[in-house]
């Protein structure tokens, strides 16, 4: 028996390794180089570099003379129209190399610029001697094009002189991405990866410490006058119903994910099987025992009947197939509703059995 169990929970297990896989696959897919370009960090902008082999890596930067802001850039809400500032760019100078360019910081630290921005025209006025504060930045090196591009060098024009465009590059730091993505992507992909990680360690941890068979273990040791033999005997003679069912006459054996559980068959009431289609879509074999416990079981309806004539066989307490009025019942007067079958003698069962039972789905009652 356990060796059966153990080699459908072991497919069970290779299938979540698979779809781990995939799932962390697509992610890295989807992200591209941004993932890897956040995990090793950002590569600091040194004097001398390939400016334009660098376009689009993930880079850092000091900046300590700002100079002006030159673009700001708003969002308009499509529903209320109105426009909300959501990133400013500045250019800043880069005084190791004698270059300018651009970065672009997110608006909520506009009045932080701002004293970056008064701090630089006091030193280009010879008011202070050198500037010790610097704001960190860091972002994907992009180029400018288009508008932006525009008013960036009317800005320095207008600030600085024409003759300064010489040494303006063309580039800016766009420190709201990482690569092509954003850093609430980023943190979204890591998060995926790291839940998925831990779902497959987890797994794998249950499956090779032996903690997959915990609940049969749990019920043994529960029930001292029930030895893994008498399980073994059960299960031997089961119906197999599907590659995760077997029915028993003492015991109902099932596969949930990678645990093997079973449900002792004297303390089920109702059975019947479940349809849904759609997004949240559902087609299990639905086992109530008498704690009013619902054990849902994953089937299709030709195993779920299966498994609904075997309990006709040899559990003829049950309730079997599904009707509103019986839903009723079992909700609203559960001891009505263990008076159909469940606490009538087994000889009343068998010389007078119930109407025939069917197999209705619930969502077509």
């Given amino acids: 028996m356990l060796e059966t169990l153990k080699k459908h929970v072991t497919k069970n297990l290779i299938w ?15 992200s591209g180089k941004s993932i890897l370009m956040f995990l090793k960090g950002p590569e600091p902008i040194t004097a001398g570099m390939d400016y334009d082999d ?3 890596s993930y880079v850092s930067f000091d900046a300590r003379y700002i100079v002006d802001e030159y673009v700001r850039q708003t969002e308009r809400n499509t529903d209320t129209k109105k426009e909300t ?53 860091k972002g994907t090196w992009t180029k400018l094009t288009g508008k932006r591009l525009q008013y960036y060098q009317e800005q320095i024009t207008d600030d600085l002189g024409a003759e300064f465009l010489e040494i303006a590059l063309p580039y800016y730091i766009d420190s709201n991405k990482v690569g092509e993505r954003t850093y609430v992507s980023i943190y979204i992909c890591l998060a995926v990866i790291a839940l998925t990680l831990i779902y497959l360690l987890y797994s794998l ?35 197999a119903i599907s590659k ?81 009025e019986m839903e009723k019942l079992h909700d609203k007067d559960f001891q009505g509703f263990l008076n159909l079958r469940y606490n009538r ?17 619930p969502e077509e009652s």
């Fill in 16 to 30: 979540r390794i698979v779809i781990s896989v995939i799932i962390i696959g697509a992610v890295f897919f989807f």
């Fill in 54 to 56: 660098a376009e689009g």
């Fill in 85 to 137: 500032l959501k990133n400013i760019s500045y250019f800043v100078y880069f005084e190791e190399d004698g270059y300018f360019f651009g970065i672009e910081v997110p608006s909520s630290k506009e009045d932080e610029m701002n004293q970056y921005i008064d701090d630089t025209i006091s030193w280009l006025n010879g008011e202070v001697e050198e500037l010790t504060n610097v704001k960190p930045v």
């Fill in 205 to 239: 941890i249950q499956y090779f410490t032996g903690s997959s068979q915990k609940y049969l273990k749990k019920y043994l040791e529960a029930n001292p006058t029930v030895a893994m033999e008498h399980l073994e005997a059960d299960f031997a003679s089961a119906s």
């Fill in 244 to 324: 995760s069912i077997w029915v028993g006459r003492r015991w109902t054996f099932h596969i949930s994910g990678i645990y093997t559980k079973l449900i002792e068959n004297k303390d089920l009431v109702w059975a019947y099987y479940y349809y849904r289609s759609g997004r949240h879509s559902e087609s299990t074999l639905r086992l109530y025992d008498i704690n009013r416990h619902l054990h849902s079981l994953s089937a299709s309806e030709k195993e779920a009947k299966a498994a609904l004539a075997v309990y006709e066989q040899q559990q003829p307490h049950m309730v079997l197939g599904y009707s509103k």
């Fill in 345 to 361: 003698p087994v000889e009343e069962l068998q010389t007078a059995p119930d109407e025939p039972w069917n197999y209705t789905n």
